[in-house]
T-cell receptor, first 111, second 117 residues
Framework: DQQVKQNSPSLSVQEGRISILNCDYTNSMFDYFLWYKKYPAEGPTFLISISSIKDKNEDGRFTVFLNKSAKHLSLHIVPSQPGDSAVYFCAASGETDKLIFGTGTRLQVFP | NAGVMQNPRHLVRRRGQEARLRCSPMKGHSHVYWYRQLPEEGLKFMVYLQKENIIDESGMPKERFSAEFPKEGPSILRIQQVVRGDSAAYFC???????????????FGPGTRLTVL
C-alpha cells in the first residue's frame, strides 16, 4: 500500500528552465510534507517542507505547492541548474513522526 | 558542526552472520530514526528511538532485527543471521525534538550499504 506516490521515475530539463516534480498521497491525515534531494552514495538532504494548513512555501529557487483537495503536491525549481541533477523524494508524516517516502524522481538538468 | 555519522559506510557479510550498524546523531539531537532503502525503491521507515527508549518499531521485521539507543554512545541497528534479502542501504536520521524543528525535518546520515553474500 503505497501512501505516497511519485509517478514519474525521471525528468529531464534544460538548464535555466523550470523543473516541476509531482507527488500524490492517499492519507488525508498527513499534516506535514517534505522534499529531500539525494545524490548517489549519499544520504537524503532536506530541501523544503510545508504544513497542511498552507498551500505554498518558498525558499530561494525552490517552491512547494500543496493542493489538499487533490492530495497532490509539487516542487518547482526555477531556474534549474546542472547541480540540481539528483533523485528527489517526496515524504509525508502524520500523527507519528515517521516519514513515509515516495519512490523518487530522477531529475537531470542538461546544458 | 558534524552531521549525522554512520559507520561502517560499507559492510559485507555472509549469510548467517550478524551485522551491526552504528549511528551517531547530530549534536543536540536526541531522536533517532532508521530507514531502509532497497534497490530502486524509496526509503522505508524501520524504527524510531529516543535515548534508552523505542518509540515506534512498526517498520521493523519481527525477527532478527533489533535496535537500541543507549544513554551513552551511538544508536545500533543489529541484524542477526543475515540473508541475501537484507542487502540494502540503511539510513539513520536524527532530529532535536519530536516533530522536528518545524515540519518534522529529519537530518540523514550517509548510510551504510550492507551486502550479504
Amino acid at each position: 500500500d503505497q501512501q505516497v506516490k511519485q509517478n514519474s521515475p525521471s525528468l529531464s530539463v534544460q538548464e535555466g528552465r523550470i523543473s516541476i516534480l509531482n507527488c500524490d498521497y492517499t492519507n488525508s491525515m498527513f499534516d506535514y510534507f517534505l522534499w529531500y534531494k539525494k545524490y548517489p552514495a549519499e544520504g537524503p538532504t532536506f530541501l523544503i517542507s510545508i504544513s497542511s494548513i498552507k498551500d505554498k512555501n518558498e525558499d530561494g529557487r525552490f517552491t512547494v505547492f500543496l493542493n489538499k483537495s487533490a492530495k497532490h503536491l509539487s516542487l518547482h525549481i526555477v531556474p534549474s541548474q546542472p547541480g540540481d541533477s539528483a533523485v528527489y523524494f517526496c515524504a509525508a508524516s502524520g500523527e507519528t513522526d515517521k516519514l513515509i517516502f515516495g519512490t523518487g524522481t530522477r531529475l537531470q538538468v542538461f546544458p | 558542526n558534524a552531521g549525522v555519522m554512520q559507520n561502517p559506510r560499507h559492510l559485507v557479510r555472509r549469510r548467517g552472520q550478524e551485522a551491526r550498524l552504528r549511528c551517531s546523531p547530530m549534536k543536540g539531537h536526541s531522536h533517532v530514526y532508521w530507514y531502509r532503502q532497497l534497490p530502486e525503491e524509496g526509503l522505508k521507515f524501520m524504527v524510531y528511538l529516543q535515548k534508552e527508549n523505542i518509540i515506534d518499531e512498526s517498520g521493523m521485521p519481527k525477527e532478527r532485527f533489533s535496535a537500541e539507543f543507549p544513554k551513552e554512545g551511538p544508536s545500533i541497528l543489529r541484524i542477526q543471521q543475515v540473508v541475501r534479502g537484507d542487502s540494502a542501504a540503511y539510513f539513520c536520521a536524527s532530529s532535536p525534538v519530536a516533530g522536528g524543528l518545524t515540519y518534522n525535518e529529519q537530518f540523514f546520515g550517509p548510510g551504510t550499504r550492507l551486502t550479504v553474500l
